[in-house]
């Protein structure tokens, strides 16, 4: 972060009440971790349900910082050579200033949302602008009302794009952090379950991603995927400037059933050196059609495309000793857990090995869903399962009386640590799948 602010500026965008001997001093970066903060940094107390960084204020006094934002309210010291900015909320401070620093920079701007897909469809995006451009894009999952705002504060003049990617788990969300992105595009990679433990319905997990489009600049261009059964609305919901695609024939850009990622658009085919799984070819034809929105040339789209590298511990190929691994523990819900276990029912090395933990963030349909996971299981005939989490006990319980499978479950996955690094001394294809909170990951680490 490489800010140019005068505090009294800062003061201004905020709308916050100034206390300061030295308005004039620049800010080049806010910290909202204490223990990072550096002399000259500005420090912003935000205050959630079950935290109060305003109690952190004395220690970054004595780290030097410049300034310091809060809500009204802190009893300490505030001494003269420290400026103090009261604001009602820190949060909304933050994001103002966020709001500010984009419009303030001329860059091309895409934002993703979606119930699947969108952080590999920004990573996908990403490279092909970083062939075009300088590109600056949120990292890792700061996609929320916190992290979308701290990463629009990266924006530097050098950049001539940036991908940003838009996470939700209420209604209302979308809109809060599209409107400080202001974008160019806004892409829409599908409508699912997830989070419904506060949507309740996939009609509100529609209108919710739908805000983005209310967030576009003028005469942006909204990037949405027609073959999902929400989203087809938007053929006729949608009167602006668009670039649908999908394999189905109403699709701007379609993609084509081939084994080398391909789509034709506007009459003429485009053939990838490339080839994707399904959900993936999903993804790519989103970061496509966002780059072609973008003016971005289609050669410039086959090199970037071509040095996308997948996020780890996302649908991640990793083989240790004889046994080749498909890990994708960063995340879980309904459509991504059907979608990978169809990906292990390919698999040409057997046993196929399932290892999945809970799906969280499903609210009452949590049961239904998790029954559901053992029909697809069958479905794809997979051999041995491994589960584990209060949830997916439903799922167990539909299968413990099925014959031809091979099923452990427990409450945490040391209860069948032991029988897994077993079976997979012999090889296979093992999936491990679970909601980031699950840790699954430390199951990979431990075989």
């Known amino acids: 972060m490489k800010l140019n602010l005068t505090i009294a500026k800062i003061a201004k965008i905020t709308g916050g009440t100034l206390q300061s001997a030295h308005p004039e001093t620049n800010i080049t970066a806010f910290v909202t971790d204490s223990r990072f903060v550096t002399p000259g940094d500005g420090f912003l107390a935000l205050k959630g349900e079950r935290f109060d960084a305003r109690q952190f204020i004395p220690d970054v006094l004595k780290k030097g910082a410049a300034l310091v934002i809060a809500e009204k309210g802190y009893l300490g010291d505030t001494p003269q050579d420290v400026s103090f900015l009261w604001v009602k909320d820190p949060k909304k401070a ?137 989203l087809a609305r938007l053929e006729k919901e949608f009167t602006g400037k668009s670039i649908s695609f999908g394999f189905g024939p109403n699709a701007k850009l379609r993609l084509l059933e081939t084994e080398n990622f391909a789509f034709t658009y506007q009459g003429k085919a485009q053939v990838f050196d490339i080839k994707l799984e399904r959900h993936d070819k999903y993804n790519a034809a989103a970061a496509c059609a966002a780059a072609i929105a973008l003016g971005i040339g289609m050669d410039e789209i086959k090199e970037g495309l071509a040095a996308f590298t997948p996020m780890p511990m996302r649908m991640e190929r990793v083989t240790k000793g004889n046994t080749h691994f498909i890990l994708d523990c960063y995340n879980a819900n309904p459509a991504s857990m059907k979608n990978a276990l169809e990906i292990l ?19 009452k349909t949590s049961k239904e869903y998790h029954r559901q996971v053992a029909r697809q299981l069958l479905d794809n005939h997979i051999t041995h399962i491994f589960l584990a989490g209060p949830e997916m006990k439903y799922c167990y319980e539909r299968l413990q009386d099925v014959t031809g499978v091979y099923l452990w479950y427990g409450d945490t996955p040391k209860e069948w640590m032991g029988d897994l690094k077993k079976l997979l001394a012999q090889g296979g294809t093992c999936l491990i799948k679970a909601s980031h909170s699950m840790n699954f990951e430390t199951i990979f680490k431990e075989i």
């Not at 303030?104 to 602008?129: E, P």
């Not at 433990?197 to 027609?226: P, S």
Request: proline fraction near 4%.
């Open 345 to 363: 029912g390919r698999a040409k090395d057997q046993p196929r090995v399932a290892v999945l933990g809970d799906m969280k963030e499903l609210g």
């Open 94 to 230: 933050l994001q103002a200033l966020a709001k500010y620093h984009r419009q303030h920079h001329n860059l091309k701007v895409a934002a993703i949302t979606g119930s699947n897909g969108k952080s590999t469809t920004k990573q996908m995006l990403r490279a092909i602008c970083n062939v075009a451009g300088t590109t600056v894009a949120n990292v890792g999952n700061l996609n929320n009302q916190y992290g979308v705002p701290f990463s629009l504060l990266e924006i530097q003049p050098k950049h001539k794009y940036g991908v940003f990617e838009l996470g939700a788990s209420h209604p209302g969300d979308i809109e809060e952090t599209a409107s400080l992105a202001l974008p160019d595009v806004a892409v829409i990679t599908n409508v699912g379950p997830s989070h419904l433990e506060f949507f309740h319905d996939l009609e509100t997990v529609y209108k919710t991603k739908i805000e983005i489009a209310r967030c576009l600049n003028a005469g942006g261009t909204l990037v949405y995927n027609i073959d999902n059964e929400f």
